[in-house]
């Protein structure tokens, strides 16, 4: 059983369960958001292992005002990077978890997953940038006949700046430069692109 000792209370120690993982990969991204960056945070690895999932969904619920957690019906996040960490968030709340995908584009709910109408969801990322993906994945729910209530994830890579239309709980703020595509400091420029993200082109 976890401790609260063990558990991330801060942006260093968020930092440090990524350092440790491997997570925090410094390169020539691009980022899903169509930004390019030095640095990229490589959730999939934080959250490999299921300990250190658990611990950070934990963390994720605890910087929650109870009253939105009490309105929680079920947990929903968006395919790919979502799946885990909302997987843990349910387990925490004992909810339900379902994700959606966009095979055509556009993300809806697939494999039988489906929402009761009027359903309450927490939207449950993993790192959020300029809350596209997150916005379009609100949209869909709403569409499936369900209403976001708040989403939180564990990186806010937006410093607080962006708007998501509903209220939002990162487990930590922080960010790395990003630059445009016509933007990009030639020494960035000079090493290879990567893209990690799960955004189709």
Avoid: W
Avoid at 40 to 52: E, G, H, I, K, T
Avoid at 83 to 99: N, P, T, W
Avoid at 149 to 165: F, H, N, P, T, Y
């Amino acid at each position: 059983m976890q401790t609260s000792e063990s558990i991330p209370q801060t942006v260093e120690e968020v930092l440090a369960e990524f350092r440790a993982s491997g997570a925090l990969l410094e390169g020539h991204f691009k980022l899903s958001s169509g930004k390019h960056s030095g640095h990229y945070l490589q959730c999939a690895r934080v959250l490999m292992n299921p300990a250190r999932a658990g611990r950070l969904a934990q963390a994720v619920v605890q910087g929650m005002p109870s009253e939105i957690l009490s309105e929680v019906d079920v947990v929903v996040s968006p395919a790919m990077g979502g799946i885990i960490i909302g997987q843990e968030v349910a387990r925490v709340l004992g909810k339900d978890a379902m994700f959606l995908e966009r095979p055509d584009g556009v993300f809806h709910l697939r494999r039988g997953f489906a929402l009761e109408e009027g359903a309450k969801v927490l939207m449950v990322e993993d790192v959020v940038t300029t809350g596209l993906s997150s916005r379009e994945a609100i949209a869909a729910v709403a569409t499936e006949g369900g209403q976001v209530i708040a989403e939180c994830s564990l990186i806010d890579r937006s410093m607080g700046a962006v708007d998501l239309g509903v209220p939002f709980f990162p487990l930590a703020a922080f960010d790395f430069p990003t630059y445009d595509e016509d933007n990009i400091p030639s020494e960035l420029a000079a090493v290879a692109v990567t893209k990690p993200g799960s955004r189709k082109e």
